[in-house]
């Protein structure tokens, strides 16, 4: 499990992106598509985990609920780049307590495999997808995945220590994701190197 969810962050590392961060980054004339294509897969996550009427009516409001306020933060002047993370850090934490509150203890169990699984295919699919655009070659995928491997095994380091606080592990992950993101880096020709940048170019602009 800890390997699928290095994996998962690895993936979207590479482009910019977390888990579910996709909520309000579409463009005017995109939002509609965007939130139907997320309603959709909530409803069949939901349907997993055998909802009764009532849970789906009041996850599905709180989702919305979520939804909006994460795109009025986005949309406001007045906030800089960092309030507008930590703002939407924590819609999504107040998000994610009152949708745990409408489980029970054995939905809240099956919501960990399903999710892990939904963020795994996610995270799989995308590094198949950068692969493919800037074309690697084979032994540029075996020294890339021997990059991805040691990455995972100090991300379980860090994880293990009982030494460090939550937010001490929080930021050596996110040390630890960055030089991974150097080494790869490293790995890739100058036409790659500008073709990745050009693909989180495209992302940062979809996130803007």
């Known amino acids: 499990m800890k390997y699928k969810k290095e994996i998962v962050h690895i993936a979207f590392t590479l482009i910019g992106l977390l888990a579910i961060s996709c909520i309000g980054f ?9 939130t139907n294509r997320m309603e959709s897969g909530i409803q069949r996550i939901m349907n997993e985990l055998q909802l009764t009427p009532l849970q ?3 996850i599905m409001q709180i989702w919305r609920s979520s939804v909006m306020q994460i795109r009025a933060i986005r949309k406001s002047p007045s906030l800089s780049p960092e309030q507008k993370k930590e703002q939407i850090i924590g819609v999504r934490k107040v998000m994610r307590s009152q949708i745990l509150v409408n489980l029970t203890p054995d939905q809240r169990i099956k919501l960990k ?14 590094l198949r997808r950068i692969g493919k655009e800037l074309a690697l070659t084979s032994t540029q995928r075996t020294a890339i995945a021997g990059l991805i491997k040691n990455s995972i095994e100090n991300a379980k380091t860090i994880r293990n220590n009982t030494l460090l606080s939550a937010q001490q592990k929080r930021d050596k992950l996110k040390t630890n994701r960055m030089e991974l993101m150097t080494q790869i880096r490293g790995q890739l020709t ?9 693909i989180l170019a495209k992302w940062k602009k979809h996130k803007a």
């Open 56 to 58: 789906k009516s009041q």
């Open 113 to 126: 495999r399903v999710w892990a699984g939904v963020k795994m295919k996610m995270g799989v699919n995308i």
């Open 190 to 198: 100058p036409e790659q190197q500008t073709k990745l940048d050009s």
């Open 26 to 34: 579409a463009k005017t004339g995109r939002v509609a598509r965007t």
